[in-house]
DNA sequence: CAGCCGTGGAA
DNA sequence: TTTCCAAGGCT
């Protein structure tokens, strides 16, 4: 039923009377719309549009992201969550920079070929800023056309998001880069996960789940597993100087982002004593109790002030810290300790 | 493929 | 409070 004219007619002309003012519509800058699409993802345009100003402001063409400093960018990315976005893209911008003269490849090959371009971005940045012919596959299309078709494979699979796309792109018009966009419009505005505006809908005539009356039954996706939790024991180790022990995290968890010295509660002080190289006074002051969640795991932090006349490498002025990128975890700590008076140590 | 990777808002 | 999920990609 997709495979009319009708229906494609019918939706491009919704959503070029309809379509919300956004940022990165006002730009045909390949990079600018990369980049949108990069901060888009898992986020909502809500929450993206201050980021994108911001980063557009800051970094107005690629070369000048290519050039900066990857802390910096961290910083400036500071909030907005899933970290390894801005890693990925920085890498990819650097390769293009050296590799395509700083031009955004106008080629599907090669631009998924780049660090973080995957079947959405990779269709998303090629169909609306270069008008190949490929498909944009995201949260809302997959509900849209599991709707449209009364389709009761699980969308969260792979390989049904990939027969997705290739359904689409059987279809998709030459306007592809809007044809994507509406797709997705559509989603977020009138075929919404709960309570969706059918009485509003412009292709309401080609749903089958419309028609029998089962939109609320799709899409079907499987559960999501139960997040783990986990409990920590936080420091601020404050020397004599007024700095902090405060170092960059490794690992996949917030990489690149600062933390606290974090342990399991159990651990002894000695242990903390010998792998941080400090040693501790025996008074510790508490200072409070934080709840963190995250997509697949829980955080619950109990923070406490101690002191040491150690200095290493790891201290920083305490009036510095708020330089470095830190989780939104780690910043719900420090409120309460900048509400506090350490001094009295 | 399944699990991992942030954060905030809505119901 | 709990659950879902938002212009997904990596390993």
Same mark, same amino acid.
């Given at each position: 039923m997709l495979q009319s004219s009708t229906f494609n007619n019918s939706l491009l002309e919704w959503y070029h009377s309809n379509k919300r003012d956004l940022?990165?519509?006002?730009? !045909? /800058?390949p990079y600018k719309i990369w980049l949108s699409e990069v901060m888009l993802q898992q986020t909502q345009v809500i929450t993206v549009i201050p980021y994108f100003t911001k980063f557009i402001t800051k970094y107005p063409t690629l070369q000048h992201l290519a050039d900066a400093d990857e802390q910096a960018l961290l910083k400036d990315w500071e %909030? &907005? %969550?899933?970290y390894n976005r801005i890693r990925n893209f920085h890498s990819a911008v650097k390769d293009v920079k050296e590799n395509y003269n700083a031009e955004v490849p106008d080629n599907p090959d090669e631009f998924f070929e780049l660090k973080g371009v995957g079947p959405y971005i990779g269709g998303a940045v090629q169909s609306i800023a270069f008008n190949h012919l490929l498909a944009a596959v995201d949260g809302n299309v997959l509900r849209v056309m599991s709707r449209l078709n009364e389709d !009761?494979? /699980?969308?969260?699979k792979a390989g049904v998001q990939q027969s997705v796309k290739k359904e689409i792109e059987e279809i998709i018009p030459l306007e592809a880069g809007d044809f994507n966009q509406a797709l997705m419009e559509l989603g977020a =505005?009138?075929?919404?996960?709960? =309570?969706?505006?059918c009485i509003m809908c412009p292709v309401q005539e080609h749903c089958e789940a419309f028609k029998r009356n089962?939109?609320?039954?799709?899409p079907i996706k499987k559960k999501k597993t139960k997040k783990k939790e986990e409990t920590y024991n936080v420091y601020f180790i404050v020397n004599d100087a007024q700095e902090i022990f405060i170092y960059k995290q490794e690992g996949d &968890? &917030?990489? %690149?982002m600062y933390e606290l010295p974090k342990y399991d509660v159990d651990t002894n002080i000695e242990n903390i004593e010998e792998e941080l190289d400090v040693r501790l006074d025996d008074k510790r002051i508490y200072i409070g109790s934080d709840k963190h969640v995250f997509t697949h795991k829980i955080w619950y932090m109990e923070s406490y002030l101690l002191h040491t006349t150690s200095k290493n490498e790891y201290f920083v002025p305490v009036g510095e810290v708020h330089e470095l990128p830190m989780s939104i975890a780690m910043k719900k700590i420090f409120r309460k300790f900048a509400a506090d008076e350490f001094a009295e140590l």
């Open positions: 940022p990165w519509r006002r730009t !045909s /800058d %909030g &907005l %969550g899933y !009761s494979r /699980d969308m969260t =505005t009138i075929c919404t996960p709960r =309570t969706p505006k089962t939109v609320n039954n799709f &968890l &917030l990489k %690149g």
